[in-house]
């Protein structure tokens, strides 16, 4: 089966640009999770989606946004790009088993602002 | 919130010995673990889960790890290590959101390298 799969793997933006990153979770997964990871660090939580409602929302500003699509794919989009954002963008998709869910992961965007 | 503590930053050992990275938990009730794995330039696979099922938790390519509740600990340890795992461990806290579902919260990693 195939797993969470995103694109692109590389992406170079300058300061002020705009990003669309997807997502395409495991078939069956109906929530999708993004998380940023800048280098050095272990990742941080972004958003979940679940059914195309966003269900959380982590300490990131408004410029960074995402929608679930009925197909239960998803887009990360992140306005006024700064040399900050500059990370590996992680995509998870999720199943539930007796009341836990677990994430997946993909291989993840690598974005350079530049 | 809940929070993990991965208390090496660096770990080295010898191929064919024995692996141990820390891990401590801060909950307020019975927590979701998780230990997680990255190899350079590579996403996360998940190595192994603490379901409450049991203490004692095997997961993929021989590693596992015990949740101890008096410790509050979730170590994760592998008998004989080798070449193939070198790489960042992220030991995991899943937390509840508000609209339903969990966010993942990591440790700052612990980087395994392994020696011939």
């Known amino acids: 089966d195939a797993g969470v799969t995103q694109s692109p793997t590389h992406l170079i933006k300058t300061r002020g640009q705009h990003v669309t990153l997807r997502c395409s979770p495991i078939?069956?997964?109906?929530?999708v999770s993004w998380y940023q990871q800048v280098l050095g660090q272990g990742p941080q939580f972004i958003f979940q989606?679940?059914?195309?409602?966003?269900?959380g929302r982590g300490n990131f500003p408004d410029r960074f946004s995402a929608r679930q699509f009925p197909n239960y794919s998803s887009e990360l989009n992140v306005n006024a790009l700064l040399l900050g954002d500059s990370a590996l963008y992680l995509c998870?998709?999720?199943?539930?088993?007796?009341?836990?869910?677990?994430?997946?992961f993909g291989p993840g965007t690598r974005l350079l602002v530049l | 919130a809940q929070s993990v503590t991965q208390l090496d930053s660096h770990v080295s050992v010898s191929e064919g010995t024995p692996v141990l990275l820390r891990c401590n938990y801060s909950?307020?009730?019975?927590?979701?673990l998780f230990w997680y794995v990255q190899h350079p330039n590579k996403g996360l696979q998940l190595l192994l889960k603490y379901t409450s099922a049991a203490t004692l938790v095997k997961g993929i390519n021989g590693f596992e790890a015990e949740f101890k509740k008096s410790e509050t600990s979730f170590h994760l340890t592998k008998p004989s290590a080798h070449m193939s795992d070198a790489a960042e461990y992220f030991c995991v806290v899943s937390d509840q959101l508000t609209g339903g579902g969990n966010k993942l919260t990591f440790g700052t990693g612990t980087q395994l390298k392994v020696e011939l």
């Open positions: 078939s069956g997964h109906k929530s």
């Open positions: 998870a998709s999720s199943s539930w088993d007796r009341g836990q869910e677990t994430q997946y």
């Open positions: 909950s307020s009730y019975s927590p979701s």
């Open positions: 989606y679940y059914e195309k409602e966003e269900r």
